[in-house]
Nanobody, 121 residues
């Protein structure tokens, strides 16, 4: 089995910073794209940022210049550094990863349970 465990959420004032972490564990042969999504109350889940195993990065426009995604391939861990946080960044943040458990297995999409980020004004 594979698990994604997020950490680092919390309550912060507008303008502040938080760093989210997500570690993949279990039987893992290869980790392809890793990323962060978020879901605010009453809204659909949206992509925040993704990073490939080669370091190719994409951000949603609303976080460009404020958030930085990175990963440690040796630790199967992805990070999201969030600076200049705004109240509209308040959401449940989910980790996502495309993982192959072995050579005989296909790439499969996995999700963490989420970590709550609350930004007060």
């Amino acid at each position: 089995q594979v698990q994604l465990v997020e950490s680092g959420g919390g309550l912060v004032q507008a303008g502040g910073s938080l760093r989210l972490s997500c570690a993949a564990s279990g039987t893992i042969f290869r980790v392809n794209i890793m990323g962060w999504y978020r879901q605010a109350p009453g809204k659909q889940r949206e992509l925040v940022a993704t990073i490939s195993s080669r370091g190719n990065i994409n951000y949603v426009d609303s976080v460009k210049g404020r958030f930085t995604i990175s990963r440690d391939n040796a630790k199967n861990t992805v990070y999201l550094q969030m600076n200049s946080l705004k109240p509209e960044d308040t959401a449940l943040y989910y980790c996502n990863a495309n993982i192959q458990r072995g050579t005989a297995y296909p790439l499969t999409n996995y999700w963490g349970k989420g970590t709550l980020v609350t930004v007060s004004s």
